[in-house]
């Protein structure tokens, strides 16, 4: 008791000297807020896709990859909370931010019972190189929590990217790794045959990072694949 007083004490002093900060709307926090703050986290753009229905990230893969069900969490906008979210957490050192967002959408698969058929969690990958330059996998914290959720694998190393090369940010970019049949590549095939693989990313805008990962995925036999985004560009 005395010491929970205390910690009370020492931590609304460290908010007057360091203030944090909502990651939001720039806000300061108070006690019990955690990384956004009570308005931010109120207007959160949940997508809310229920997973009976088809939604419009299963839409985007019809007709280019056999996927099992795709969805997202959040819709991403230029001027939204999601986009800075996912901002301070590629770009500003803030890993904290997709075990966040990935302890609250595994909660909310677990309790409507969706994708309770997923075995293996895989993150969409980095190039080695981009990975010691962010120090991190922005997904990694995201997917692992989401497998803790699903009682599923998370295995962070059996798909691989060949080539340093960006996709899906610049349309032109796009057909020059199209050639490049092998940029992402399964180390260990066997593991995942016979598996319901769930394949984890950040934001999906044009779909064409999935589409590549999960065709790598779907040269194991018997294997199946569905996808998770922490946010869509609706
Ligand atoms: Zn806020």
Redesign the pocket.
């Known amino acids: 008791m005395y010491f929970s007083k205390l910690s009370n004490i020492i931590n609304d002093i460290n908010t007057v000297l360091l203030p944090r900060l ?1 990651f ?4 300061q926090l108070y006690r019990g807020e955690q990384l ?2 009570t ?2 986290r109120n207007q959160i753009p949940l997508t809310e896709y229920n997973f009976i229905e088809e939604n419009a990230v299963d839409k985007i893969f019809y007709g280019r990859i056999d996927i099992k069900k795709a969805s997202a969490f959040l819709f991403y906008s230029d001027q939204g909370l999601a986009k800075n979210l996912i901002h301070y957490l590629k770009y500003k050192n803030q890993p904290q931010i997709g075990q966040f967002l990935g302890n609250w959408y595994g909660q909310v698969l677990k309790d409507r019972n969706a994708l309770n058929y997923i075995d293996i969690v895989i993150p969409v990958p980095l190039h080695k190189k981009r990975l010691k330059k962010r120090g991190y996998n922005q997904v990694s914290g995201f997917a692992q929590r989401i497998a803790d959720h699903l009682n599923a694998s998370y295995m962070e190393h059996i798909l691989i990217k060949t080539a340093n090369t960006r996709t899906q940010t610049k349309k032109n970019r796009l057909y020059r790794w199209r050639g490049m049949p092998d940029l992402y590549k399964v180390t260990h095939p066997e593991i995942l045959c016979n598996k319901n693989v769930l394949l984890i990313d950040d934001v999906i805008t044009t779909g064409a990072t999935i589409e590549a990962c999960a065709r790598a995925i779907k040269k194991v036999k018997d294997v199946s694949v569905s996808v998770a985004a922490m946010a869509v560009v609706p």
């Open positions: 909502c939001g709307c720039n806000a956004l703050c308005l931010c």
